[in-house]
């Protein structure tokens, strides 16, 4: 093994130890992205009890001025998640529950 290919093995080694726990989420459940590119946003507060979203879109959160961006796609068996499950670490999320609809751009 290069010098090269060991110094990017143990790269690739620590940046997946250092997100492994960073955020408790379903299996194929999307990811959280930094950006400020979103197709929808929505704000979350004390009355909110539910969000509707389409598999494959991309979401900008506003959680009491805490802000997160999520991608929702993989989601081929899964019709519901807590809001909690997909938000990063930090911020604090009441219970709110995100419904995902199937995208129809996916179905056959």
């Known amino acids: 093994m290069t010098k090269l290919t060991r110094t990017l093995a143990l790269s690739l080694f620590a940046l ?26 929505v704000a979350i507060d004390a009355s909110t009890r539910w969000v509707n979203v389409t598999n494959g879109q991309t979401v900008r959160f506003d959680v009491g001025g805490q802000r997160f961006t999520f991608v929702f796609d993989a989601w081929p068996s899964t019709d519901s998640v807590p809001l909690s499950a997909i938000a990063p670490k930090g911020v604090a999320v009441p219970d709110v529950r995100v419904y995902i609809a199937p995208n129809p751009l996916y179905q056959d």
């Open 16 to 41: 997946a130890a250092g997100t492994a726990g960073a955020m408790p989420r379903p299996m194929n459940a999307g990811r959280v992205i930094m950006s400020d590119t979103a197709d929808r946003d």
